[in-house]
């Protein structure tokens, strides 16, 4: 059984910096894919950034230039470097990844809370 954690949350103010971190554990496979989606208050969750394992990153516009994703494939760890926060950049961020060997499957955190105050 997959489980995904995620942590690093909290409140910072505008154009502060928080760093996100997530794990995948139970399993030896490494994920195919590992992302991280937001979710705003009364908004649809949406994609961040992902990365594939073959290191193939991909980001929302929303973001590119101030955050960076980044993994350790074999320990399917991912992280959020963010910077440059604005409050628009306020939800709850969670860390996905896919399987497509072993454990197939899509697995979800329970999200972490990113505040950022203006």
């Known amino acids: 059984q997959v489980q995904v954690a995620e942590s690093g949350g909290g409140l910072v103010q505008t154009g502060g910096s928080l760093t996100l971190s997530c794990s995948a554990s139970?399993?030896?496979?490494?994920?195919?894919?590992m992302g991280w989606y937001r979710q705003a208050p009364g908004k649809q969750r949406e994609l961040v950034a992902s990365?594939?394992?073959?290191?193939?990153?991909s980001y929302a516009d929303f973001v590119k230039g101030r955050f960076i994703i980044s993994r350790l494939y074999l320990k399917n760890t991912l992280f959020l470097q963010m910077n440059s926060l604005e409050p628009e950049d306020t939800g709850a961020y969670f860390c996905?990844?896919?399987?497509?060997?072993?454990?197939?499957?899509?697995?979800w955190g329970q999200g972490t809370q990113v505040t950022v105050s203006a």
């Open positions: 996905n990844a896919q399987f497509i060997l072993g454990p197939r499957g899509s697995y």
């Open positions: 990365v594939t394992n073959t290191d193939l990153t």
């Open positions: 139970g399993t030896l496979i490494g994920a195919k894919t």
